[in-house]
């Protein structure tokens, strides 16, 4: 054992290491079998004509979105948010959302 090199750490669960996110979406289909949808294809070919540091952007908008949501969600499921009339629901929902966009 002393001539091997010991295994790389896994970085997430499972033990997959992380994939390169500048690196282009892997298929799973056959090209004759992708959607034929003008909006899977719209999307797809965008997504193909991106550049490393565009798609690294598209990613980062989307997992925003994702915290966003998700955090908004755990919000909503609070007891002193369940407390609230509709009126104040809608004014701390607006005062969330700012206050989110003031932390980026």
């Known amino acids: 054992m002393s001539g091997s090199t010991p295994p790389v750490p896994p970085t997430r ?14 298929k799973r289909k056959a090209v004759d079998e992708l959607s034929t949808n003008p909006a899977s294809v719209a999307r797809r070919n965008r997504l193909e004509r991106l550049t490393p540091m565009e798609r690294e952007v598209e990613l980062a908008v989307n997992r925003d979105r994702a915290r966003r949501r998700l955090a908004l969600g755990r919000y909503r499921k609070e007891d002193a948010y369940k407390a609230l ?17 003031l932390k980026k």
């Open 13 to 26: 669960k499972g033990g997959r290491p992380r994939k390169d996110p500048a690196a282009p979406p892997t």
């Open 85 to 101: 009339s509709d009126e104040q629901k809608a004014e701390a929902e607006e005062l969330f959302k700012r206050d989110w966009n």
